[in-house]
């Protein structure tokens, strides 16, 4: 699935905040599925190498304490990571189901971005990239973990944010 | 007293809270007791572990009595990913069945990432596993399940309070387990990320038994089943009957009526020929019988005279007339003793105890010569031997017999009267009913008279009529027909008027008819019977 905004002449449009939960559920599963079909790759499908990722972990206590910038913040460099990571995952493989695979999951990472730019979540100018051993990364050295660590993002940072987004909450009300 | 007052309340306040606390927790001790009895049956692996809400986990294991240890023989270290192992602190509890349940609880944990948990005895590691909490949920059921009529047969609303769970509003599904009260047997239906069901297609005037329980969805959190909530029954709305199937109910039921009544119509007479059979009456025969003298027989005969010879059908029946011929005349002698009748004759007649005196006296030989005569050939014959041997005959017994009998004179006329005169006018006829004896053919026997040579007027003398028990003596021009009534018919034969001169005393039976029959001697309703 892909979310198009195409922006016209002169001022951009308004864009309609994107709520519907199901949205990202379709990404979700579409990761699983990806996740699944590439954990019995022999070989790691060919890939090699280390990848940084962000860290899943969701601590509700901590995680409520934190403000919306923040909590964008925090997304929007992981999707950034994943986007890097797999760029250079589409690159290392060889098999064209791998590489369909890889592809969508890269086709959906750019849609959650303008996903979260419909929610007024700006594009925060990102910070440096964070090094290894810093609290919010951490190293893969496989394709399978990769994908595992994405679909375990999304689950849980990205859609706590969607869910209790500003935009989303003042639609509900 | 102000003071008192206050303590007083500051007493009610901890009382109720006391109370508060111990109803809440008796209830949680009965939940916690109700998700280890589901987590048992629903997960193989050890420790077992669940979480209720969005900061909590809650693990255990299960051992048998006998090799338990205490609590403090147990660890129990769990790591989340990319961070330092942490130890949880356990608890024994007892259970049922002679086992024991050790327990650790989290309340601070991280979701989306995998935990390591690890459980020693005495530093022997018992139990490993690695699990995502998010992927865990024991939720508690849902409250407050309500039902309600949505105004529509068939159906119940059924509504719910959710888990109150942050977050996780959009991830639960539920399933509505609803049935006849009563009944085992059910449906299930599922729904997600709702507080509302209606159950459509119920049986209209029915109660049912509706039930939910609840689950994540599986996409972003995930779980086990919850437990069912306590049932709750409701009557669906009383069906009503459909117009349409009440107005075709009604065609059809005047058209299968409006059938009905034409096939019966149809065959009316046949019906009423089956329910109502018509007694066969002999009205018709009998005119004025029944209408005018009230079935009265006897008095219907003597009051139309006219009638019977004016109906010359009342002498027919189905068989063909008997012609009677009077063919000589035969002057009377000793009256025979009863017994040289017929045999036929003779049982009619009666057995009386004087003539079967009479009987003794009478020539051995010639009665067994009679009796061995078969009946339809006795007349012939038995003449014959009258003729022969004449055998003494007495006219007491004769007339002493009640039996009835008939005999014809003929008259001297003049032959050129027309015998159709003779036959309707000039005929007199006399019946004399038999007692105790039924013969309907003796009545259909009553034939034409005809007139042979020389005869001329006919007329029936009764038997009765000569009190002196003497046959008149007749004249030459006389002629007799012999009758044998076997009691199934008579068989009628001439007789030369020779032969009957021949006889001379012997036995001679005649028949004289009347056309009046004596009152007092005709029981109503007494058939006829010729003796010959």
């Known amino acids: 699935m892909c979310v198009c905004v195409c922006p016209r002449a002169g001022l951009p449009s308004p864009v309609r905040p994107i709520c519907d939960p199901r949205v990202l559920d379709r990404f979700i599963m579409e990761a699983r599925d990806t996740e699944t079909a590439l954990r019995g790759c022999k070989a790691g499908c060919g890939v090699t190498g280390t990848f940084v990722v962000p860290l899943t972990n969701v601590d509700f206590v901590v995680w409520e304490t934190k403000d919306t910038e923040e909590q964008a913040l925090e997304v929007q460099s992981g999707m950034s990571l994943f986007g890097q990571a797999l760029g250079a995952v589409r690159e290392s493989v060889s098999r064209v189901a791998v590489q369909i695979l890889i592809d969508n999951n890269k086709s959906n990472i750019h849609s959650l971005g303008q996903v979260l730019r419909s929610l007024h979540i700006q594009d925060l100018p990102l910070p440096p990239a964070p090094a290894v051993g810093d609290l919010v990364t951490r190293k893969v050295s496989s394709l399978s973990e990769l994908l595992h660590v994405h679909t375990n993002f999304l689950r849980g940072k990205v859609r706590l944010l969607l869910t209790n987004a500003p935009a989303c909450q003042q639609n509900s009300t | ?532």
């Open chain 2, 1 to 532: 007293k102000k003071m008192t007052n206050d303590n007083l309340n500051k007493l009610l306040v901890f009382c109720v809270l006391f109370c508060a606390q111990k109803t809440s927790i008796v209830h949680g001790a009965q939940a916690l007791e109700t998700k280890v009895a589901l987590l048992l049956h629903a997960e193989p692996e050890n420790p077992k572990c669940f979480a209720e809400g969005m900061s909590d986990l809650t693990c255990f294991w299960e051992e048998d009595e006998e090799r338990a240890g205490s609590a403090d023989q147990y660890s129990f270290i769990y790591t989340y990913q990319n961070e330092n192992s942490s130890e949880c602190s356990i608890t024994a509890l007892p259970a049922a069945g002679g086992k024991r349940l050790y327990f650790c609880r989290l309340s601070q944990t991280q979701l989306f990432v995998p935990l390591d948990i690890r459980v020693f005895r005495d530093d022997l590691l018992i139990h490993n596993r690695s699990l995502f909490i998010e992927a865990v949920f024991l939720l508690d059921p849902p409250a407050n399940l309500t039902l309600t009529s949505t105004g529509m047969q068939g159906q119940l609303k059924a509504s719910w309070l959710p888990p109150s769970l942050k977050y996780m509003g959009d991830s639960m599904m539920y399933e509505v387990s609803y049935a006849m009260a009563g009944s085992h047997i059910g449906k299930v239906e599922e729904v997600q990320a709702s507080s509302e069901l209606i159950l459509r297609g119920l049986q209209s005037g029915t109660k049912y038994k509706v039930r939910i329980r609840v689950k994540l969805d599986g996409i972003s959190y995930s779980g086990y089943w919850s437990a069912w909530t306590d049932p709750v029954l409701m009557e669906t709305m009383p069906g009503d009957l459909d117009p349409l199937i009440v107005s075709l109910s009604l065609i059809i039921s005047l058209v299968l009526t409006l059938l009905s009544l034409l096939v019966l119509m149809s065959h009316r007479r046949f019906l009423l020929k089956k329910i109502w059979p018509i007694i066969p009456t002999p009205e018709s025969k009998f005119q004025g019988l029944f209408k005018v003298y009230g079935g009265d027989f006897q008095e219907w005969l003597g009051h139309s005279t006219g009638g019977l010879w004016l109906r010359p059908t009342y002498f027919y029946s189905e068989e063909f007339p008997v012609p009677l011929e009077v063919l000589s005349e035969v002057s009377l002698g000793p009256a025979l003793p009863s017994s040289a009748l017929p045999p036929k004759a003779s049982e009619a007649l009666g057995e009386e105890e004087d003539e079967d005196k009479k009987l003794k006296r009478v020539d051995p030989a010639l009665m067994e010569g009679w009796r061995k005569t078969p009946q339809e050939h006795w007349t012939m014959d038995q003449l014959r031997a009258i003729h022969q041997h004449p055998a003494p005959w007495t006219q007491s017994s004769l007339l002493e017999s009640h039996d009835a009998y008939v005999t014809l004179n003929a008259q001297n006329h003049s032959v050129e009267e027309p015998l159709d005169d003779i036959l309707e006018e000039t005929l007199p006829l006399q019946v004399l009913f038999a007692s105790g004896r039924t013969s309907s053919e003796s009545r259909s026997d009553l034939g034409s008279v005809q007139q042979s040579s020389g005869s001329g007027r006919l007329s029936s003398q009764s038997s009765f009529e000569y009190p002196n028990h003497t046959w008149p003596s007749k004249g030459p021009g006389y002629t007799y027909m012999a009758v044998a009534d076997s009691g199934v018919s008579m068989d009628y034969s001439p007789m030369s008027s020779n032969k009957i001169d021949d006889i001379g005393k012997g036995v001679i039976y005649t028949n004289e008819y009347k056309n009046e029959i004596p009152a007092h001697r005709r029981p109503i309703g007494t058939p006829i019977h010729f003796a010959f």
